[in-house]
């Protein structure tokens, strides 16, 4: 959580064209640890006379230096510098973002070694793109070359949320850096420290002035200027469905490109052929990892008819033991919500679900004070279980993006059933698929609307394949070649090496006078 005043930075932390300056408006943001609410540091909050001086910076060293015109061989040895950088301040990055977040370690040491290995992916995938591709066949004459070659878009703004910051503004970054765009990141409001010391290592890896601004601000605050500016070629954001309306709304009128991940409501269908223990760990980590901020989190169980009780009972014990707290300790399982305003709305979903007549069955509050002192300062949520879910409820239909797993069920063997429960929402981010049946299991991920499906598991990734959503969970994909080619042009050159006369206007027609 975070609240802007006057007091000083005690460190500048915008960096625009090459310095590390104050905001223009002197207006400060405290940022707070989610754990016990205590104050972690001061920021500045960038203004609009911020954005635009950063614009201004980005679109210059685009237009004027050979940065754009390099070949990826050249920038992607930067790339490969970040990843070692990335490694050798491991420890001090997971902290930092442990503090900020709430995470526990072992999950931030986890962002850190994958953002590196996304580091390392694009310094190595971005080189395809320096190849020429041909273009040779019918309706080419012999005489012409013809190919596509790559340029990259221009002034890009990337904006990130405060689940896994450093992972998804490093998805962001690295593909837009490595195809020689001038980048202005932007880093939730509520979680920025990670995104401030990401640019201290770009700046240390050589990354040249002008190709990296940070601003640290509120989405009000700099979010107009950044993306109705005609400079600004790009944005590409990741956060909530309803600003990420509101950005693809202010993008039209320069029709800049814009890709947008929006969060999902992610189905994981259990089949009554797993194993209990396994399905019960399976659909626990799904959905309270990390109390349920992310994305792709299984909050809504599907089961079949004659396991779901079982497997219910199974959750619900697992969940009452999940142990909850600082994300610093090492016994920690999960750590609180990330500021009082998520906390806020994750309460206000459970008053809906049980109006709506959702039956609680675990959670639903947060940790009781007196047997949790330790826990009371800061924004901790119950792993919470909903059974009698269904489909019309908006405890099913809405992200809460807290620890709030729902359960639907489908009658014995009704495939299509579980199929149709999962496909039923507006979102369409990732989904799994639990069973025994290898081939059943098969023929209902093919048929799953989703941009990412596990088999028998869930919530893996790499940065080798795409990730993106159907429908409102988001336009375009980040990772994977296709997350390269949101960063580039493709230009067509077409060289006639030996130039003839065209001879289509041959001068014989009437004078056409202009009329005076
Ligand atoms: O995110 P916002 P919020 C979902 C989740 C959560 C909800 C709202 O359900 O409860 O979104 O979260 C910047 N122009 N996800 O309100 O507002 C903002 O400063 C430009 C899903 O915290 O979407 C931050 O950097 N930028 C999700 C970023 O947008 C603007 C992850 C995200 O903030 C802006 C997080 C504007 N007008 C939340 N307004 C996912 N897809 O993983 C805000 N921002």
Redesign the pocket.
């Known amino acids: 959580m975070t609240s802007t005043s006057t007091a000083p930075a005690p460190e500048p932390t915008l960096y625009i064209d090459g310095k590390w300056v104050h905001s223009k408006s002197r207006h400060t943001r405290t940022i707070i640890n989610p754990f016990d609410n205590s104050a972690i540091t001061t920021i500045d909050e960038a203004c609009a006379e911020d954005a635009e001086a950063a614009i201004v910076s980005a679109k210059k060293f685009f237009d004027t230096s050979d940065w754009a015109h390099k070949k990826c061989a050249e920038r992607c040895p930067l790339l490969q510098k970040v990843a070692d950088l990335l490694q050798r301040d491991k420890e001090i990055i997971a902290e930092i973002e442990t503090k900020d977040t709430g995470k526990t370690l072992t999950e931030s040491r986890i962002d850190v070694d994958d953002v590196t290995a996304v580091f390392r992916y694009y310094a190595e995938e971005a080189l395809k793109l320096d190849a020429e591709k041909q273009i040779a066949g019918e309706g080419i004459p012999e005489t012409v070359n013809s190919r596509t070659v790559h340029d990259p878009v221009g002034v890009c703004v990337l904006?990130?949320?405060?689940?896994y910051p450093l992972l998804q503004i490093c998805w962001k970054v690295a593909p837009a850096l490595a195809t020689g765009n001038a980048v202005i990141m932007?880093?939730?409001?509520?979680t920025p420290l990670s995104t401030i010391y990401l640019t201290k290592l770009l700046i240390e890896a050589g990354f040249p002035t002008g190709s990296l601004h940070l601003l640290t601000a509120?989405?009000?605050s700099v979010?107009?200027t950044?993306?109705e500016h005609r400079d600004v070629d790009l944005v590409s954001?990741?956060?909530?469905?309803d600003?990420?309306r509101?950005?693809i709304q202010s993008c039209a009128g320069t029709v800049k490109r814009c890709t947008v991940?929006?969060?999902g409501k992610n189905p994981n269908i259990v089949f009554s052929d797993c194993d209990l223990d396994w399905a019960i760990d399976n659909v626990v980590t799904a959905v309270f990892l990390h109390s349920g901020q992310v994305?792709s989190s299984g909050a809504r169980l599907i089961v079949e008819e004659s396991i779901a009780d079982e497997l219910i009972a199974g959750v619900v014990e697992k969940a009452r033991h999940i142990k909850m707290g600082n994300g610093l300790n090492p016994e920690s399982e999960t750590g609180p919500l990330v500021s009082a305003a998520?906390l806020a709305?994750v309460e206000e979903y459970v008053k809906i679900a049980k109006a709506e007549g959702a039956k609680l069955l675990v959670g639903g509050s947060r940790p009781d004070p007196i047997a949790h002192p330790e826990l009371s300062n800061g924004f901790f949520f119950l792993p919470t279980v909903f059974d009698r879910c269904e489909r019309s409820m908006r405890i099913v239909r809405e992200?809460t993006?807290g620890p709030i797993l729902t359960v639907e069920r489908f009658k014995d063997g009704d495939e299509e059933h579980a199929i149709f429960l999962a496909n039923d929402t507006k979102y369409g981010l990732a989904g799994g698929v639990q069973s025994k049946d290898v081939a059943r299991a098969e023929r209902v991920a093919r048929r799953l609307r989703h941009g990412s499906v596990w088999t028998n598991t869930y919530g893996s990734y790499t940065p080798r394949a795409e990730w993106g959503g159907f429908g409102l969970s988001g336009n375009g994909r980040e990772l994977g070649s296709k997350g390269l080619d949101e960063y580039i042009e493709t230009k067509h050159m077409w060289t006639e090496n030996k130039p003839v006369k065209v001879g289509w206007f041959k001068g014989q027609g009437p004078l056409l006078k202009p009329k005076l």
Not at 186 to 190: A, D, G, I, T
Not at 237 to 241: N, P
């Open positions: 904006i990130a949320p405060w689940n932007k880093p939730s409001e509520v509120g989405g009000a979010g107009p950044l993306t954001f990741t956060g909530g469905l600003t990420g509101r950005i991940e929006l969060g994305c998520h709305k992200e993006f």
